[in-house]
């Protein structure tokens, strides 16, 4: 994604059991829509106001919701192995079954700001290009604590919450969010933000340099990445960081969501091509059962029309469904209407909103318009 859903806002000022076991896969005139639910003041609402509010985004047209479950330091759900700040979602999972709609529950996966794992396990964490760590020195913001997505150790902790997750029963999937590196590149749109340009990839952001990924790559090619002069070599270093995060969802999260049942989805950063460059993401290598890449066209400096581009290089990529994620805050009905329509009209299966308090009433009835129009709602 680009840098953080919340630097972004900061920035623009039928049962789940019985879903759970059906497919994500829609036919060609359904359609099926998402919206993200950050837990910020969501987990102050109160149970009376999440009925109506589940009722309003059954009306508009959502099917599944993607409520923030853990962010790097806080479980949002009944965790027995990360730190609790509350049980939000087991409060959503019966009020959204009783509207028929889908919980996916959002998960971040490679940051981590618990202070026991960054205390007890500094190697854990990602390095850049210059030898600094992820956990001394996080680039962009200081919640930029990324972990190695190559080591073993790290693989097995992310893992164990997507299997704490699989087993509540209620729950339809789990979606992965900072599946990846740290951003090698922005979005240009945020450049100012940073006060950098980014015209190529500089030694700060640019990550992977772990000694244990090091020592692998060695291993494999005969030379150590961060010393390396054969141009030749850049590629397969390019690769072989798109290929940590790759093993780690094909090889870890993906078994351990599918061993009870559960869907698994990830929020994506455009592409994939432009995803391998930015976050070193490959994603259309990925054994998921939909993706849904956040195509925040604003940060990019660019219109609905490139929505509509990088969706269909996204439907190309994959077999799977896709689902356009937009951000919609400071968005007009017409400008809302023609993105909703444009990554429609590009094969998306729906689209998947960022957020739930940037949709006003004015989005929600355009939403379920455009639905209607399609034979749903």
């Known amino acids: 994604m680009p840098l953080t859903r919340r630097a972004f806002v900061q920035s623009a000022g039928t049962s789940l059991a019985a879903l759970a076991g059906t497919s994500l896969a829609c036919a060609a005139s359904e359609i099926k829509n998402w919206v993200w639910i ?34 790097g330091r806080n479980a949002y759900f009944g ?9 939000w979602l087991e409060t959503l999972l019966p009020l959204a079954r009783a509207e028929s709609i889908e919980v996916h529950a959002w998960m971040w996966c490679m940051p981590c700001m618990i202070e026991d794992v960054i ?64 951003d090698a590149i922005l979005p240009s749109g945020l450049w100012k933000k940073y006060n950098i340009v980014q015209d190529k990839v500089y030694p700060p952001y640019d990550y992977g340099f772990t000694e244990y990924e090091r020592n692998q790559f060695k291993q494999k090619y005969g030379a150590d990445p961060m010393t390396m002069k054969d141009p030749k ?27 009870k049942g559960k869907k698994i989805t990830a929020a994506v950063f455009p592409g994939p091509r432009l995803a391998r460059t930015m976050v070193r993401q490959d994603w259309g290598k990925w054994n998921l059962d939909a993706f849904l890449p956040m195509l925040y066209n604003g940060f990019y400096n660019a219109g609905p029309e490139w929505v509509g581009q990088q969706t269909r290089e996204g439907v190309t990529a994959v077999k799977q469904p896709v689902y356009s994620g937009l951000f919609v805050q400071g968005m007009t009905e017409a400008v809302f209407t023609e993105t909703v329509q444009v990554a ?26 455009l639905s209607a129009a399609r034979g749903k709602g």
Not at 45 to 71: F, V
Not at 155 to 166: D, I, S
């Open 79 to 87: 965790s027995t192995r990360l730190p609790v700040k509350t049980a």
């Open 119 to 182: 205390k007890n396990h500094p190697d854990w964490y990602n390095v850049n290009a210059k030898g600094e760590s992820a956990v001394d020195k996080p680039a962009y913001v200081s919640y930029y604590k990324f972990l190695d997505p190559g080591r073993p150790e790290v693989r097995e902790f992310v893992q164990g919450t997507v299997k704490e997750l699989a087993n509540i029963s209620e729950l339809t999937g789990i979606h992965l969010d900072y599946i990846r590196h740290p």
């Open 344 to 369: 429609l009209k590009a094969g998306a299966s729906g689209v998947s909103l960022f957020s739930d308090d940037a949709v006003d009433d004015v989005k929600w009835k355009a939403l379920q318009k």
């Open 38 to 71: 950050p837990n910020g003041g969501a987990v102050r609402r109160s149970a009376e106001d999440w009925k109506r509010r589940l009722a309003l985004m059954r009306e508009s047209g959502i099917r599944a919701i993607i409520p923030e479950i853990y962010d």
């Open 233 to 259: 070599l850049e590629e397969p270093w390019l690769q072989f960081r798109c290929d940590m995060v790759t093993g780690l969802v094909n090889g870890y999260l993906a078994p351990a969501a599918r061993a």
